[in-house]
Structure formats: C-alpha cells, structure tokens
C-alpha cells in the first residue's frame, strides 16, 4: 500500500481552514489534508514527526496574520528545523494582508515558494 502524502493547512481562522481543504481537495484529492490552529502546534507536529518522514507534509500553506505567533515568527522557527523537515516541506504563504511591506517580505523569503492572496479560489494554484 502507498502511503498518502500529507499537505498542512496552518491558519487561525475554522472559515478559512474549510475554503482552504475544500480547494486542495479540488487539486489534491488524493493527499492527506493536516489541519493545524495555529504556528505552535504546526511546529511542534512538525518536530514531533522529524525521524518520520512520510507523516511530514510535503505541502505548508501557512496564513501569514494569526494571533500570537504569526507567519513571519512561523518562519523564524522553520528556518532552524532539522535540514529532513526543510528539504521535505514547501511553503505556500496564504493571505488577505494588504501591508506591501508583510507582502513583499515573504517574497523575498528563501523557504517561501509562493505567496496566494486569500479568499482562495480553485484556480487559486494553478500556475
């Protein structure tokens, strides 16, 4: 049997976690969808799970505004996981900011591999 690979919703907010998996389920029905509240219990799954490779997610989308631990402190964080979880898992930062400054930070960080403004939408990760 082959395992499911896992995609990681990290996002504060239950209606933006219910377009989020509906819209990957449209473009990945066959993966794993891994929902976490919050920055803190997303790294703490992710350390958990680092000696095991097929329950890490190879996808992250990651809400950049959440209380407490934001997207940006997120990333501080993930920047000093273990190389097996770095290698392993894609950021996709998710969302409705309209600080170009916030915006502009997260392009031009190393371990984000797209920026997709909210609402999400199917079409959302086509390229």
């Known amino acids: 049997m082959i395992a499911k ?5 990290v996002d504060d907010n239950p209606i933006d976690q219910l377009i989020t998996t509906y819209i990957l389920k ?6 794993d969808i891994i929902i976490m509240p919050g920055a803190p219990e997303a790294l ?4 958990f799970h680092e000696s095991e490779p097929q329950n890490l997610p190879f996808l992250i989308f ?6 407490g631990m934001n997207g940006m402190t997120f990333l501080d964080h993930f920047k000093k996981c273990a ?3 770095k290698n392993n898992c894609q950021i996709i ?8 400054e916030d915006v502009e930070t997260m392009r031009k ?3 984000v591999t797209r920026l997709i ?3 999400l939408h199917r079409h959302s990760l086509c390229l």
Do not use: C, H, Q, R
Not at 26 to 31: A, M, Q, S, T, V
Not at 44 to 47: N, R, V
Not at 93 to 100: K, L, N, Q
């Open 5 to 9: 690979k896992k995609v990681m919703i």
């Open 26 to 31: 449209f473009n990945y029905p066959k993966e």
């Open 44 to 47: 703490s799954y992710l350390d």
């Open 62 to 67: 990651l809400d950049l505004d959440m209380p």
């Open 83 to 85: 190389e097996g979880i």
């Open 93 to 100: 930062v998710i969302t409705a900011s309209d600080i170009s």
């Open 109 to 111: 960080n190393p371990l």
């Open 117 to 119: 403004p909210k609402p």
